[in-house]
């Protein structure tokens, strides 16, 4: 049988298809004359920006919602008409890369300005020929211009700089709370810098909210102060184009979830599978330690599977004794603890698995699924982070 072993240890699939569908639903979601960003920061989230990048451009993305002017580098490789967005601005001795790949990005530092100003003089570009999105700080105190800061910004960018601020942007941090009471204040904070900048710059973009804003409601209120000052609305969705809706904490009373978020629920299709497979099984009797420091003890014989995959893969350690892989369409709990490139799952139950078996480690098999908020939630992190832990030797493979 040792002819039948995959030579890959383990592997990412990539359904291309449902990151098309996810971003036309989310596009139909958005409210008339939106703006969608594909965000695809991150290596796509771990999915890998080289299939995602065109797949969403197929789509119709338009924009693409990097973090680094490196990822705007990989980003123009693979989407060469692309409008790509540097979401965390451009460090000191980035802005010539930034003009020469036409990138576009984030500013709120006077510095950055300063740095992309001259970069633009030096390239020999005109007034307003550098566009730039202007991020405000309206409550988060992560990246932005408090409103109150914001006269000696719009001095720095007066009519004949060669920067056009193109989009007034500000993230929203609790769009996934039902109540929005957050999401209410940093819109009003919003409302008074726009008050500010559109009659002095005439943006053309108002870039507010993420996978949450859009389907849990909040993108109609951009939609309608983006209207109130003669802008178009914006939206950077990264999480629920892979097909992941975002929970809502507090959650939506029962029956009271926006349409827009039953959509999501119903008809976003996770792009990403993760897959090993068996390398060897054995019986082990009554008393055997599994794994490092025996933290299993067989307390009958039971037979277990070797799977080549571990923690440097990308799956948590802390899913050691607590988590189940998926092989010929059943749970077979992980026992002992997840070394770096190896776990081991209990497979006594389970009839007939031999070596060079398919293993999922997150996605379906036969009519059962494992998550990425089932992983999430047996490590006490977020779907986001699970997927950006997918290790880099694990190859991405487009279906
Ligand atoms: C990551 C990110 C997004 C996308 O967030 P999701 O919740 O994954 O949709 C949007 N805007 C900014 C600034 C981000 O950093």
Redesign the pocket.
């Known amino acids: 049988m040792a002819h039948d072993i995959p030579t890959r240890r383990s592997w990412v699939n990539l359904d291309t298809g449902a990151l098309e569908d996810n971003f036309r639903l989310l596009r139909s979601l958005a409210p008339e004359g939106a703006e969608c960003v594909a965000?695809v920061?991150a290596d796509a989230?771990g999915h890998g920006l080289g299939i995602c990048a065109p797949a969403a451009a197929r789509a119709g993305a338009q924009w693409l919602?990097v973090?680094s002017v490196e990822e705007g580098v990989a980003a123009r490789a693979a989407c060469p008409e692309a409008r790509i967005l540097i979401?965390?601005g451009a460090f000191p001795g980035q802005a010539a890369a930034v003009i020469a790949h036409r990138l576009t990005p984030v500013v709120w530092e006077s510095w950055q300005i300063a740095d992309l100003q001259a970069a633009a003089r030096a390239a020999g570009l005109g007034a307003r020929a550098l566009a730039v999105h202007l991020e405000i700080d309206t409550g988060m105190s992560r990246q932005g211009v408090r409103s109150g800061d914001l006269k000696p910004v719009l001095a720095q960018i007066a009519t004949s700089s060669p920067l056009r601020v193109e989009a007034v942007m500000t993230?929203l941090y609790a769009s996934d709370e039902a109540d929005l009471l957050r999401t209410a204040k940093q819109m009003k904070e919003l409302e008074q810098a726009l008050s500010v900048i559109a009659p002095a710059l005439q943006p053309e973009w108002l870039s507010v909210g993420?996978?949450?804003a859009l389907l849990g409601g909040t993108a109609a209120k951009i939609a309608a102060l983006a209207a109130r000052w003669n802008l178009r609305p914006m939206l950077?969705?990264?999480?629920?184009?892979y097909g992941v809706a975002?929970r809502f904490e507090p959650a939506f009373a029962r029956g009271d979830e926006p349409a827009s978020l039953r959509r999501g629920w119903a008809e976003l299709r996770p792009v990403l599978s993760w897959k090993s497979h068996v390398v060897s099984v054995r019986e082990i009797p009554a008393g055997a330690e599994v794994g490092y420091n025996g933290t299993f003890v067989a307390t009958e014989p039971m037979r277990v599977a070797l799977v080549a995959a571990g923690y440097a893969d990308g799956l948590d350690r802390r899913l050691s004794n607590r988590f189940s892989l998926l092989i010929r369409g059943q749970r077979a709990p992980l026992v002992g603890r997840v070394s770096m490139d190896h776990c081991v799952v209990d497979v006594t139950e389970i009839e007939g698995v031999r070596p060079g078996d398919e293993v999922v480690l997150l996605g379906r098999q036969d009519g059962e699924t494992i998550s990425a908020y089932d992983h999430a939630d047996a490590t006490g992190t977020i779907p986001?982070e699970v997927f950006t832990r997918i290790g880099s030797r694990v190859a991405r493979i487009a279906e």
Do not use: D, E, F, N
């Not at 950077?236 to 184009?241: N, S």
């Open positions: 965000v920061k989230y919602g973090t979401m965390c993230h993420a996978s949450s950077r969705l990264g999480l629920a184009l975002p986001w």
